[in-house]
């Protein structure tokens, strides 16, 4: 008879009677078995001890070597069982909703608190979602940008608490989220919640709202990936020891694909302690399949969904470009636990793309981009030839000169991170005309920028302007405010809210400026970096603007999604006025980007796609280089 016992991570196998010998001491030892002879026992020490334990015990059995558990052992096995069994309950309901078995799994109940107690009225998808959500307790939802993900998550809750089940929600996410999540669940629920942010400003204070009593804790906390890094024991002891029973949402949730990284450790640690989890996100596999191991391992921390055997399975289909056989396998162990609705779902009213609006160049900018498009087509690169990372470097920062010289000529004397090639090296007057531009000549694009929202604003319009370089934004909004505009911008500096900065606008306070009617904000002047996520402005905005434009797809595809969603844009056309130098690199970046858009939406629309916030962002500049540089 062997004992088998359990100390926190540690699994002992005491044997006083020698029965492990030969081939059975063999096969521990090939599990990672510490053989202690002094003590007779084997000793194994891992994170994670449930596998090994079966393992263990099949083996005994076979081997006819009696055992006798532990309690702790006899405990935690019964555990795992429940919650095992708790799993593939959860991955059949969520099989029989995806496949269209609503009615069997259609809570009546659920369907009258929806059309009695929430006072938005949900979409046909989002109902469906909601109740897949329910069916499968703890589960993800990957649909596209601008489905309505939050309003989802929303009405689940209500429901759990009007069910007793959950006291309060908890959102780890980017701080943009921030503002929408207390926005939407007032709209969304008809309640002002009561918030806890747990993120930026004065360290004690934020430290002293993670021990509320059972009578005074908030309806929703809201933290960052950055804090919960430092912040996840007490998050945890939050979770586990003030009586309370919270619904953790992981916001964007791609965040944490990176495994054994920093921010997705520190929400591995907490989220075993929630009564329910929920994972949010429209790009679940950025780079790679196993992009989606820590998000399911968020969803079940207790009962993984993926085995290990199954993660090298798909670690190698990957490298072996064997995309569909990763996604079948995917589909096999965790496609149920997600729902997805693809933009072609939703609804939506069309979008509009107007043709772009030609603009010939102010004499001045004209002067600089010709010197510097000439200068291009004259330089040899022979010498770099064999410094392949090196020539790929130039040919970056090129095209960035090229893009700045259609934004802003102003910018081609600034510095280029890991470029310092002067491309107008010995011509001192187009230097001087470089440094004094400002006082030389208003760029003709500005010009037309300025006509165009004047035109727009006349017909009581609100518009989002985008551009991709700060100085060029900046230039923008001092021209609105001059013109008589009530305009904001927001770029990569500007503060969140969490930053607790009191003297400037905070992101999040500007958007809701924006989007109120009769604020006097009536034009938003952003870059795609800033406002990529987690931002909607289609309530009351229909209008986009293009000054200039990168060969980021994905960014684009995003930028497009912000006044173009559920919720508003049923009924209203989204309209995209795009601003274009003739005779420069702005028609081949558009046409390259509706080129590889009208790709990228077949990918997004599929179940599993793979694409991030920089696809195709490098390759094509430098694919763009060659193609107008061609030697």
Not at 487 to 512: C, F, H, M, N, W
């Amino acid at each position: 008879m062997v004992d088998i016992k359990l100390n926190g991570n540690q699994l002992a196998v005491i044997d006083k009677n020698g029965a492990i010998v030969g081939k059975h001491q063999s096969q521990l030892n090939f599990w990672g078995f510490k053989h202690i002879p002094e003590s007779k026992s084997f000793v194994l020490s891992a994170s994670e001890i449930h596998v090994p334990l079966e393992k263990l015990i099949s083996h005994l059995t076979r081997g006819k070597i009696p055992y006798a558990l532990s309690s702790e052992v006899a405990s935690s096995r019964e555990a795992l069982a429940a919650i095992r069994a708790d799993l593939l309950l959860a991955l059949r309901q969520g099989e029989a909703i995806k496949d269209g078995d609503v009615a069997t799994h259609r809570p009546e109940d659920f369907i009258d608190f929806l059309g009695n107690k929430i006072p938005r009225k949900l979409k046909e998808h989002q109902i469906k979602a909601a109740l897949h959500l329910l069916a499968v307790v703890n589960g993800a939802n990957f649909s596209v940008p601008g489905s309505g993900k939050t309003t989802v998550v929303l009405t689940v809750f209500a429901w759990l608490k009007h069910l007793g089940l959950v006291d309060s929600l908890f959102v780890v996410g980017p701080p943009a989220c921030f503002s929408p999540w207390q926005v939407e669940f007032r709209e969304v629920l008809g309640i002002k919640p009561s918030v806890a942010v747990l993120a930026g400003g004065d360290i004690e204070e934020r430290r002293s709202k993670y021990s509320p009593g059972k009578d005074n804790f908030c309806d929703l906390y809201l933290t960052s990936f950055q804090t919960i890094q430092r912040d996840w024991e007490r998050v945890r002891r939050l979770f586990k020891e003030r009586g309370l029973r919270f619904f953790l949402i992981i916001d964007e949730a791609h965040y944490i694909k990176q495994l054994d990284g920093a921010w997705a450790n520190a929400v591995l640690n907490v989220t075993p302690f929630a009564v329910r989890r929920c994972i949010l996100t429209g790009t679940p596999f950025p780079r790679t399949y196993s992009d989606s191991f820590n998000l399911f391992d968020a969803l079940w921390p207790d009962c993984p969904p993926l085995s290990q055997s199954e993660r090298i399975k798909i670690e190698s289909y990957v490298q072996k470009k064997n995309d569909s056989a990763a996604v079948a396998t995917l589909q096999k162990t965790v496609g149920p636990l997600f729902y997805r609705v693809r933009k072609q779902d939703l609804g939506l009213a069309p979008q509009e793309f107007n043709e772009p609006i030609q603009v010939k160049m102010g004499k001045f900018e004209r002067q600089i981009y010709d010197a510097t498009i000439d200068r291009l087509s004259g330089v040899v690169d022979d010498e770099y030839f064999r410094d392949v990372e090196l020539l790929m470097r130039l040919k970056r920062g090129r095209m960035m000169r090229l893009r700045q010289g259609v934004s802003y000529a102003k910018l081609l004397g600034s510095a280029v991170d890991e470029y310092n090639e002067n491309l107008l090296e010995g011509n001192l007057p187009l230097a001087d005309i470089i440094t004094h531009y400002d006082d030389l000549e208003i760029p003709a694009k500005l010009k037309t920028l300025v006509k165009l929202v004047g035109k727009l604003r006349k017909r009581g319009e609100k518009v989002l302007i985008w551009s991709n370089f700060v100085q060029t934004l900046k230039l923008i909004r001092t021209s609105l405010d001059e013109a008589g505009h009530g305009v904001r911008l927001i770029y990569g500096e500007t503060p969140t809210e969490a930053s607790s900065v009191q003297d400037e606008l905070t992101r999040e306070k500007i958007i809701t400026q924006f989007i109120k009617l009769g604020s006097g904000v009536d034009v938003l002047v952003a870059n795609p970096a800033a406002c990529s996520e987690s931002i909607s402005l289609h309530k009351t905005c229909s209008h986009a603007i293009y000054y200039d434009l990168s060969y980021n797809c994905a960014q684009y595809l995003q930028s497009l999604d912000r006044i173009h969603r559920v919720g508003g844009s049923e009924n209203k056309i989204a309209h995209y006025h795009f601003l274009q130098y003739t005779d420069t690199i702005d028609a081949d970046i558009l046409g390259n980007l509706r080129k590889k858009a009208q790709n990228m939406s077949a990918v997004v629309d599929r179940d599993y796609p793979i694409y991030s916030l920089d696809m195709f962002a490098g390759d094509d500049e430098l694919e763009a280089y060659d193609r107008l540089f061609k030697k």
